[in-house]
């Protein structure tokens, strides 16, 4: 059986991508909550949160999609490739995960109250 290589050109350096693709998304979501946070959709909290949660997610999709490219590039690299895709895809669910976490931790805290009072 003939194993099925893609030419991608010349393997790129999926850390300088990493970073490209932090930065990239920081501008992007930067300025899509700072809009939001200016028309008081949601508080300056919530959009440096935000922000914050999807530079990560944008820096681990395009890290692992230049991985997964420069392993299709490789003669025997489709397991490789397969496997790079799957680490950002559960590097993402992750960052899903661990912020819904904490909001359950530290946002569901907030709404218990110190001390009820009996009025009757």
Not at 9 to 25: D, E, F, K, M, Q
Not at 70 to 82: C, D, I, P, S, V
Not at 92 to 103: M, P, T
């Amino acid at each position: 059986m003939k194993d099925i290589t893609i030419n991608t050109g010349t393997p790129r350096n999926v850390l300088g991508h990493v970073i490209s693709g932090a930065v990239a998304s920081a501008v992007i979501s930067g300025a899509i909550n700072y809009k939001k946070a200016q028309s008081r959709q949601i508080t300056k909290k919530e959009a440096i949160k935000d922000t914050i949660k999807r530079t990560s997610q944008g820096a681990i999709a395009t890290g692992s999609a230049i991985a997964t490219a420069n392993y299709l590039g490789q003669e025997g690299g489709l397991f490789k490739a397969l496997t790079a895709a799957s680490i950002g895809m559960m590097g993402i669910y992750a960052i899903e995960v661990i912020e819904e976490k904490l909001d359950q931790k530290y946002l569901t805290n907030q709404n218990i109250p110190v001390e009820e009072e009996d009025y009757e």
